[in-house]
């Protein structure tokens, strides 16, 4: 292979480098790299020189070319200052002090690892596992220290750090992740939020949770707050799905399989059900009142839900409350007390039509990252691993 393919393919931008000698090892390739000479500015008194002091060789490994793994043993120099006398090592791009791979291999190991695990991200690169861990340990990417004018502020279940739940804060209009905090407690939000330049933040979108609406409260004093339309409607289909499990429990072993299979079609818009689904829907409202006025309670909202505007949501929503409470249903009537408190920030929801899927979209992503990664209870590490699969994700 030609000498000047071969830099580029180990990723070396340094002019200085050049190969003296290329060996084949069994499944590895010794690459043998030297410097030339090149004017240097002494670090200590900034004095140009040229004149060599000493060599040394330094061990590192490279990027595998065509799955075969490289050693790279290069000579560098030890420059002496005419000026001071002062003796220091010649600075290049493609490694490191200290290090023993190249920056080029480092760089795709960690996007080796932004896709997939730290298993196969290692494979891929050639290094061992723990390895590859420490060095992407080392290098957490840098968040945003101005926040933008709409935020998100959403919680998951990320199991790190000893906290089974994580926050993330995400740019609504922008549609990225802008941090990972550690957990969801008022503080933990109210000091990042604190630690931040946040002067340009009037909207923060956020589930029907007291403690993001006390952080934020606390922090920012008054934005306008967006309940998030997917977190609020969730409310009603969990009201829904309490009572088809109390009805169940009533029912024979067979009928109680069969309900328990239903839980989506029940969940699922009355205007995407064809012919067969309804009369399934039919037939297991006849079981039981109960659950007949629990389905039209959550179609009624559906419908306010998908067919109001900013105009007509509020009488609308009004209409829909006092048919919760007068329900006579426990799970209703706990989701119109929930809907009396976060009123305002519901209706704000119609006058600020944000796209609700982005934030379930993020919980998903990470749902997929922590499974391909077998749960990563390090919390920095999934934080990292998080934002680092974002920027890689903006490549592809
Ligand atoms: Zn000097």
């Given at each position: 292979m030609q000498y000047h393919l071969i830099i580029d393919l180990l990723g070396i931008?340094?002019?200085q480098v050049e190969v003296w000698d290329i060996k084949e090892e069994p499944a590895t390739w010794l690459v043998e790299l030297y410097t030339k000479v090149k004017k240097q500015t002494c670090p200590s008194c900034k004095a140009k020189t040229k004149r060599v002091h000493s060599y040394r060789k330094q061990l590192i490994q490279g990027s595998n070319l065509s799955h075969t793994s490289v050693k790279i043993s290069l000579r560098k120099r030890r420059y002496l200052c005419t000026h001071c006398h002062h003796t220091f090592y010649e600075h290049l791009q493609m490694v490191d002090r200290?290090?023993?791979?190249t920056n080029s291999l480092q760089m795709s190991a960690r996007t080796y690892s932004a896709i997939g695990s730290f298993t196969d991200a290692a494979r891929l690169s050639g290094m061992t596992t723990n390895r590859l861990i420490r060095l992407f340990d080392r290098h957490p990417l840098q968040t945003k220290k101005v926040l933008p004018r709409a935020i998100a502020i959403d919680e998951f279940k990320g199991d790190a750090g000893g906290e089974r739940f994580q926050t993330v804060i995400a740019d609504v209009e922008n549609k990225e992740i802008i941090d990972i905090l550690p957990d969801r407690k008022v503080d933990t939000i109210k000091e990042y939020l604190q630690s931040r330049d946040t002067s340009k933040v009037q909207i923060v979108v956020m589930d029907l949770s007291k403690s993001f609406k006390q952080a934020v409260q606390k922090a920012l004093g008054n934005p306008l707050i967006i309940a998030d339309r997917f977190h609020y409607m969730r409310q009603v289909y969990w009201a829904l799905d309490e009572v088809r499990r109390e009805v169940q429990r009533d029912l024979d072993k067979k009928p109680r399989i069969q309900m328990k299979r239903s839980k989506k079609l029940l969940w699922k818009s009355v205007y995407k059900l064809d012919e067969e689904e309804s009369e399934k829907v039919q037939k297991l409202l006849d079981i039981d009142p109960r659950l007949q006025k629990a389905y039209a309670l959550k179609n009624k909202l559906d419908q306010w839900f998908k067919e109001s505007d900013k105009d007509t949501a509020k009488a609308g929503l009004e209409a829909c409350m006092q048919t919760l409470k007068e329900s006579g249903m426990d799970s209703f009537q706990r989701v119109y007390h929930t809907f009396q408190r976060w009123k305002t920030e519901i209706l704000q929801s119609f006058m600020y039509p944000f796209n609700n899927g982005y934030i379930e979209g993020i919980n998903n992503k990470i749902k997929v990252l922590k499974r391909k990664s077998y749960g990563i209870k390090n919390f920095s590490r999934l934080k990292n691993k998080i934002l680092w699969q974002q920027e890689v994700n903006k490549l592809i």
């Open positions: 931008k340094d002019k200290y290090q023993r791979c």
